[in-house]
């Protein structure tokens, strides 16, 4: 079975600086996916960002990035120039590629406040 | 952009009594869609999977005849929390594949029962 950890619960950030929130994960697929969320208080689901495990490529959102590690199944995200909307929860999620219906599974998250 | 709809975005019933939730997808089909459930601070965990037409399937620990879901139509899905009790109270959220990726989520539904 897959699992999902996040390792930090809480962090804070300077405005303006950069903050990065570490994930790991264990699967014994090849091909997945994997993904950033972001619930802010109101406990809306908003995509952050997505990697495809295929690809060697970093992605990249604007200000959101990630370091993607398939050997190592470390997927952290980077977030650049902080800004006080981006005080959230953030979970990071595994989905298998193919061979199933496609539910995410979840890490516990990591609270993440922005400081004026 | 694809969006998917939850109604009742909060409901407050007695225990005892039975509460549906409505998750619609209101541009695209979703033959399947998801069902979570996010006790405060936690994170989400899924509940079941609802596939249009057939039976939803549950995951371990999750009692089906307490939480019934039905998808009648590629855009509506159901959970209904029967026979309600406070420790039911949480946050249900849905989602809803289009196409591979990406899952859209409902805004979720704060049940609190007294």
């Known amino acids: 079975a897959q699992t999902v950890t996040q390792s930090q619960p809480e962090m804070s950030v300077q405005e303006a600086e950069t903050v990065t929130l570490s994930c790991t994960y264990d699967?014994?697929?090849?091909?997945?996916?994997l993904f950033w969320y972001k619930q802010p208080p109101s406990r809306q689901m908003i995509l952050v960002i997505r990697?495809?495990?295929?690809?060697?490529q970093n992605a990249t959102e604007n200000r959101f990035s990630v370091n993607f590690q398939k050997a190592a199944k470390s997927f952290s995200l980077k977030i650049s120039d902080s800004q006080l909307g981006d005080t959230a929860m953030y979970f990071c999620a595994f989905m298998n590629y193919g061979g199933s219906q496609g539910n995410l599974i979840f890490g516990k998250g990591t609270k993440l406040s922005v400081k004026p | 952009g694809a969006v998917v709809s939850q109604h009742p975005s909060w409901v407050i019933c007695k225990s005892g009594t039975s509460v549906k939730i409505e998750c619609r997808s209101l541009?695209?089909?979703?033959?399947?869609m998801f069902w979570y459930r996010q006790f405060p601070k936690q994170s989400l965990m899924l509940m079941a999977t609802?596939?249009?037409?057939?039976?939803?399937?549950?995951e371990q620990g999750v009692e089906k005849d307490k939480f019934l879901i039905n998808h009648a139509s590629l855009t509506l899905s159901t959970l209904t929390v029967t026979s309600a009790h406070p420790e039911d109270s949480s946050f249900y959220i849905c989602s809803a594949r289009e196409r591979v990726t990406p899952l859209h989520f409902g805004n979720g539904t704060r049940l609190t029962v007294t």
């Open positions: 699967t014994s697929e090849n091909n997945y996916y």
């Open positions: 990697q495809e495990a295929y690809k060697q």
């Open positions: 609802s596939n249009e037409g057939s039976k939803a399937t549950y």
């Open positions: 541009d695209f089909q979703a033959t399947t």
